[in-house]
């Protein structure tokens, strides 16, 4: 049973950090793509980043690029996404994904994270 437990979101101000975390089970977490993405009000769900089963290789929006650092540690089954700098354009619920090979997606719950004053 693949389940993600996905934590760190929040309410936080303008210039604030978070760190979201993501811990899996009941697939192969070494070997799958991990990701965030995010979905704000009334938009489409859009990736954030993602990183590469050694975590050799990331890849980021241009809207979080040199703010977002994502990392994972695939001894705990658990990817982490560095959120700094936070502006109100950031709000949105992210979601941490799996992607084991290239026919299975695997989706977390989301986690709520609001930037306001």
């Known amino acids: 049973q693949v389940q993600f437990v996905e934590s760190g979101g929040g309410l936080v101000q303008p210039g604030g950090s978070l760190r979201l975390s993501c811990a899996a089970s009941?697939?192969?977490?070494?070997?799958?793509?991990m990701g965030w993405y995010r979905q704000a009000p009334g938009k489409q769900r859009e990736m954030v980043a993602t990183?590469?089963?050694?975590?050799?290789?990331?890849a980021y929006a241009d809207s979080v690029k040199g703010r977002f650092a994502i990392s994972r540690d695939n001894a705990k089954n658990t990817v982490y996404l560095q959120m700094n700098s936070l502006k109100p354009e950031d709000t949105a619920v992210y979601y941490c994904?799996?992607?084991?090979?290239?026919?299975?997606?695997?989706w977390g719950q989301g986690t709520q994270v609001t930037v306001s004053s």
């Open positions: 994904n799996a992607k084991v090979g290239t026919l299975l997606t695997y």
């Open positions: 009941g697939f192969a977490f070494s070997f799958s793509t």
């Open positions: 990183i590469t089963t050694g975590g050799d290789r990331t």
